[in-house]
């Protein structure tokens, strides 16, 4: 039986720009294989995250996912954020070994984070083993409408594996991580292993920032095996910084590139209004090996 574990923690102080205390609601969700003593425990990500949903009310700052060690097979979710609701994805503190989610070569993405809403989303996502998925993380704003965007997202202290096509007949992936019109978000302290398609694997990109991602920054990530560029910032995404990551055995002349779909020259591009370069993206102090 599927069950989840729900604290509420209340009372715990923010000191405002204003210097004037609040109170701030955290509810933190427990996700095991296994029950707990004197507690109940939930196993699906997305039915607690749906249950969140419920339990969200204006008084809440906080949802915390906390994941207990262990591997989830085959499991999926999509995470609608609430305005002004900040959501965490992390491993349970105790856990002596990153939880692990394993897709089993299924095609799937392991999370969607769907955000219009021209704010910051406010998702931060580390410290789990992701393997064996066509897609690991997509954030999406609307790439039709730069008004339309989502930004504050993080990734960190995650283990990215065996990501992308497994099959030759199933569509290829595009990305580890994609953010589509997202903007201010951090990738840092990452590990991406073996990134292939088993065809087409040119597509296939650790970070693709696309469509008015701008003003991002990739830091201190190592990228080993991959056979696509590691970064490919796409259609007016700028201002990006990719710094001080580790490249190793990646099978492009370039780690990062840029690229966009033009319609001058191209007839299967389907945005509807013309994309466009990418400006002012900065590559700096990234070391490179054989």
Not at 93 to 118: A, H, I
Not at 229 to 246: A, E, F, H, M, T
């Amino acid at each position: 039986m599927f069950k989840f574990l729900l604290f509420i923690l209340l009372q715990i102080p923010l000191i405002s720009v204003a210097d004037i205390t609040s109170k701030v609601n955290i509810i933190e969700i427990h996700i095991a294989q296994n029950e707990i003593n004197g507690v109940t425990t939930f196993l699906s990500l997305q039915q607690a995250i749906d249950h969140s949903y419920e339990l969200s009310s204006s008084n809440i700052s906080t949802v915390k996912f906390l994941i207990h060690g262990g591997t989830y097979n085959k499991q999926a979710a999509i995470l609608r954020p609430k305005q002004g609701v900040h959501y965490e994805f992390t491993s349970e503190p105790s856990n002596l070994r990153l939880p692990m989610f394993d897709g089993n070569g299924e095609q799937l993405t392991w999370l969607r984070v769907l955000s219009k809403d021209g704010y910051g989303s406010n998702v931060i996502i580390g410290n789990l083993h992701i393997r064996n998925y066509l897609t690991a993380i997509s954030i999406e704003g609307n790439r039709e409408n730069q008004r339309e965007f989502n930004a504050h997202n993080k990734i960190y202290n995650m283990r990215f594996e065996n990501i992308g096509q497994t099959s030759p007949d199933s569509p290829p992936s595009t990305a580890v991580i994609r953010f589509v019109n997202s903007r201010q978000n951090d990738v840092s302290g990452n590990e991406f292993i073996n990134i292939k398609n088993v065809q087409s694997c040119g597509l296939l990109h650790a970070v693709y920032l696309a469509h008015h991602s701008s003003e991002n920054l990739i830091k201190r990530n190592t990228f080993t095996n991959l056979c696509g560029s590691p970064i490919r910032i796409r259609d007016d995404s700028n201002y990006n910084k990719i710094q001080l990551n580790k490249f190793r055995n990646i099978q492009t002349i370039e780690a990062m590139d840029e690229w966009f779909c033009d319609k001058n020259i191209r007839h299967d591009c389907t945005k509807s209004e013309p994309e466009l370069r990418s400006h002012l993206n900065t590559f700096n102090k990234n070391h490179i090996e054989p």
